[in-house]
Every structure is written in structure tokens, then in C-alpha cells.
Nanobody, 123 residues
Framework: VQLQASGGGLVQTGGSLRLSCAAS????????MGWFRQTPGKEREFVAA????????YYADSVKGRFAISRDNAKNTVYLQMNNLKPEDTAVYYC?????????????????WGQGTLVTVSS
């Protein structure tokens, strides 16, 4: 599976951004997708995930109520709508694909990763 993330940028506090991640190489609706983020000197952290059918979604407590993950299986794309952004949301955001039976919040549970897209939230 190849993943290409896009949509990052600079936004003010309270603003919104939508990240996209286009997947290829395997039938898209057969695997779950997720988003993680990472800041310098810190470990990559779980943000959100969505099952292959799109019916079940999962979020980190820090983004619940502000972020929404969705997927369009016809376009082989997963999205992360980020609203009410805060400076602490500043990070490189990575999309991930195909999680194993481990907890979805664990980096090692995911088999494939995109290249990352930078989100900067100014105060």
C-alpha cells in the first residue's frame, strides 16, 4: 500500500484544515486507515482511525469533538477534518493503513505509512 498525504499548512488558532490521504496498491475498502501526529523530540501519537467500512471511528481524547475522520472508498481516500485548531495541534501528521490486532493507538500496529504533512497552528 502506498499512501500520499496532503492538505497541511499554516492556520490561526480556531481555524480549520482538512487533510487527505490517497491510497493505492491494494483494494482500499479491505483495510482500516488512521492518522497519527508527531512533534520534534516526541513519539508519534495516535489521532484518529476508521474501519474499512467507515462505520466505526476512534479518536484520541485530545481531538474528540474537534476532528473528524472519514473515508471515500470510491476515491481511495481518507480525510481528517480538523476544526477549532489549537497551537498544541501543531505537528507533522501521518496517515497509516492496515492495523493489526494490536491496539490501534500503537504505532507498531500499523503496516503502512505516508510521508507526513505539516500542520502549523499560530496563536
Amino acid at each position: 500500500v502506498q499512501l500520499q498525504a496532503s492538505g497541511g499548512g499554516l492556520v490561526q488558532t480556531g481555524g480549520s484544515l482538512r487533510l487527505s490521504c490517497a491510497a493505492s496498491g491494494r483494494t482500499f475498502n479491505t483495510y482500516g486507515m488512521g492518522w497519527f501526529r508527531q512533534t520534534p523530540g516526541k513519539e508519534r501519537e495516535f489521532v484518529a482511525a476508521i474501519r474499512r467500512g467507515g462505520g466505526d471511528t476512534y479518536y484520541a481524547d485530545s481531538v474528540k469533538g474537534r476532528f473528524a475522520i472519514s473515508r471515500d472508498n470510491a476515491k481511495n481516500t481518507v480525510y481528517l477534518q480538523m476544526n477549532n485548531l489549537k497551537p498544541e495541534d501543531t505537528a507533522v501528521y501521518y496517515c497509516a493503513a492496515v492495523w493489526s490486532s494490536q491496539s490501534i493507538t500503537v504505532v507498531s500496529a500499523w503496516a503502512y505509512w505516508g510521508q507526513g504533512t505539516l500542520v502549523t497552528v499560530s496563536s
